[in-house]
């Protein structure tokens, strides 16, 4: 068995969202960093356009990874150099002024993170989709708002020359998305830092004052073991609690792996008269946000046949009817900023695996109701045939007709949904009798030891937070060089 | 999956997706050795239910909540067929 020894002044574990812009800050800095990641490289070459066949290659566990609670809600996680930031829709929304503002106000996180979000849209490539790719699918939700008078826009996004290709969630096969693998490893990389794959890393053994020991099992047998000043832990929100538990690490408060939100998300389909062709253009283009006052947002979400097959929310006969019509159906999503919290524990299976609770609220469940009903709204004044809603007992509306589905009494177990957003299993806060790392990410009472993923966002932003974590990830970076984030002027390698 | 197992899968295939002309039955696509990859790409206690289910749902037993998961499963793995992909007008 190999075994092997690496020693460097940072260790970053996991290389999605969170990991990947402090080892690239940090090497970029001359920083000497080792960045480990389970997963391998992904080629867009052996991109296929296939969603059915990329998903067994590009997610954790197939995409199968379900909560246990009512009802089960898939939470598909990247695996691999960019974390889920490789299989994202690419959408970029800073944190809300008002969200910033109640995490300071209620848990003491005094985050400034504008020169932060600056630098990351800079980096990743952040602009608005172009109505040209929008896709006829985003277009129709676009009109039928603008007849209503609905607030709503192109969504802005990190995937410089796009081309339109349709499958953002399952590989973007022209490389355009700029996931942080391409944006921020491959420059880690070029600037000098140790990017090591196909490690699970088992234990982080903290020393004191350091060096910390980080313990690693390789794909092929081996092991490592990496001696590090500082350890940054970004496996992500489901995974980050299980190892810094197994490691005797921040469980103080004892809020380690709880606070779980996911904001969670499902999607309805219609059937026009026109073809829409939805595959065509980006998935995910348009937003609504009518309603994120009330904790919903509308979002497009689109894919090819086999994508909106999963996610027809009919069977046999009627749904072969529907598939039949595919050129002429549309889709898009509903996403709730929830008020339930779920929990994530380890299964102890080998490899361990997260075991994730999470019961939708009935609060959120009326969310869902209220948020298809005013899709269903917007659909029928674009001109909609027919509307599918993936909530049980709600018969497909036809004729303008949305009242058995406002009428309903939807229950959370009714709830068709997918969460795409797990955080806050080690949320961070002033106080650390109630959060596990402080404001700087540093575990509360371990020297050295940081978490910098989805996990210590303390609560659901009620939009996509990939944007979020990178810039709290720049934020940690640059304190660790003991200064401040760059202001957006300055050049973004030095 | 069992040779028992993919006759299962077969049958709930046919069951979810109910395929008449034009599109074509699910034997003659890759869905049943679809079904198989996805089902051995899940955590074990996925793979444990789905299978359990898959026998029971094949017999005409109730499966309960789990009937979504193998519904949407089913549909997945017979509309990514390539050939069947095509007929809907999605040629990548």
Known sequence: ?494 | MTRIERAAAARVIEWAVAPAPPLPPGGETDAVAAFSRQIAAGPPLNRLGLRAALLARAAGLPVGPVDRALQSLAHLCYYGDAGVMRLLGYAP
Not at chain 1, 306 to 316: I, Y
């Open chain 1, 1 to 494: 068995m190999t075994r092997r020894l690496l020693r460097t002044e940072v260790c970053v574990i996991g290389s999605g969202a969170g990991g990947a812009p402090v080892a690239k800050e940090l090497a970029a800095a001359g920083v000497r960093v080792a960045l480990l990641e389970e997963g391998p490289w992904h080629d867009p070459a052996t991109f296929d356009r296939r969603p059915r066949d990329m998903a067994l290659a590009l997610y954790r566990d197939g995409g199968q990874l379900a909560t246990l609670g009512d009802p089960p809600v898939v939470v598909p996680l990247g695996r691999g150099i960019g974390g889920t930031t490789l299989v994202n829709s690419g959408t970029c929304f800073r944190t809300p002024e008002a969200v910033l503002a109640r995490w300071r106000d209620e848990l003491g996180l005094d985050w400034d993170l504008e020169d932060c979000f600056a630098r990351v849209e800079r980096t990743i490539g952040v602009a608005e989709v172009p109505e040209a790719l929008a896709g006829r699918n985003a277009l129709l939700v676009r009109d039928g708002a603008a007849r209503l008078g609905l607030s709503g826009g192109f969504l802005r996004r990190n995937a410089t020359g796009c081309r339109g290709s349709g499958v953002c969630a399952f590989g973007c096969p022209t490389g355009a998305k700029r996931h942080v693998g391409a944006s921020y490893v491959e420059p880690a990389r070029a600037a000098g830092a140790t990017i090591v794959t196909g490690a699970r890393v088992t234990r982080v053994v903290a020393h004191g004052a350091g060096p910390h020991e980080v313990r690693a099992r390789m794909a092929d047998g081996g092991r490592l073991r990496v001696l590090a000043e500082r350890v940054v832990v970004a496996c992500g929100t489901l995974l980050t609690p299980a190892l810094l538990r197994r490691s005797g690490l921040g469980g103080a408060s004892g809020q380690l792996g709880r606070n779980l939100s996911l904001h969670p998300a499902s999607a309805a389909r219609a059937r026009f008269d026109e073809v829409v062709d939805q595959w065509r253009g980006v998935p995910q283009s348009y937003y609504v946000d009518e309603l994120a006052g009330d904790g919903i947002m509308l979002e497009g979400i689109a894919g090819p046949p086999d994508q909106a097959a999963m996610s027809t929310p009919l069977s046999g006969a009627a749904h072969r009817e529907w598939m039949l019509d595919a050129r002429r159906t549309a889709s898009f999503g509903v996403m709730v900023c929830d008020s339930a919290r779920g929990s994530v524990r380890e299964m102890p299976t080998r490899p361990a695996r997260p075991l994730v609770r999470y019961d939708l609220h009935a609060e959120d469940a009326r969310r869902f109701q209220r948020g298809f009903a005013l899709l269903a709204d917007i659909w029928w004044a674009a001109g909609a045939r027919e509307i599918a809603v993936p909530l049980a007992g709600v018969p497909v509306l036809r004729d303008g007709d949305s009242s058995p589905l406002t009428r309903a009494r939807v229950r959370p177990r009714d709830v068709a949904a997918m969460a795409f957003h797990p955080l806050g299993t080690a949320r961070a806060g002033a106080d650390p009798a109630t959060s596990v790392v402080g404001p700087d990410l540093a575990l509360h009472g371990v020297e050295g030891v940081y978490v910098a993923d989805g996990s210590v966002v303390p609560a659901p932003p009620g939009v996509n937070p990939q944007v979020t974590i990178m810039a709290l990830a720049t934020r940690l970076a640059f304190a660790l060089l003991g200064r401040a984030c760059p202001a957006s002027y300055e050049p973004l390698i030095a």
